[in-house]
């Protein structure tokens, strides 16, 4: 992402955030509880769920996962190859086109979506 994408996505997050506070600060007000509760739930454009699969592939000191991100049918939205060391936290690694084919093909014949998201295996 380049520095001008990163710069306005900040301000646009900052201005929303700001916004939302604007809302919970209405919160205290007991005579606008009922609107501010409407207020709350109709903020959204829309909801929608996803699933997060986290592959350990090693362990320890370097970690590595594969973290897949599954929409509501089950769909492989994404595939991120993941590195943590000793103390650190988790960093998604950057792929060439070839590596993130191999990344799809190896999760798609070795059928951890599948695995994870049928409702017989859902807690």
Avoid: C
Wanted: proline fraction near 2%.
């Amino acid at each position: 992402m380049d520095k001008k994408t990163k710069l306005e996505g900040k301000k646009y997050s900052d201005n929303i955030i700001k916004d939302m506070e604007r809302i919970l600060n209405y919160s205290d007000d007991e005579d606008r509880a009922e609107e501010n509760q409407e207020e709350i739930i109709n903020y959204g454009l829309s909801l929608s769920k996803t699933t997060t699969i986290n592959y350990l592939i090693s362990y320890g000191g370097p970690s590595y996962r594969i973290q897949i991100e599954v929409g509501q049918d089950s769909e492989i939205l994404a595939i991120r190859p993941q590195y943590q060391d000793w103390y650190t936290q988790w960093v998604t690694m950057e792929t060439t086109k070839e590596q993130q084919a191999i990344l799809e093909q190896f999760v798609e014949v070795s059928y951890i979506v599948e695995h994870m998201t049928d409702a017989d295996n859902i807690n």
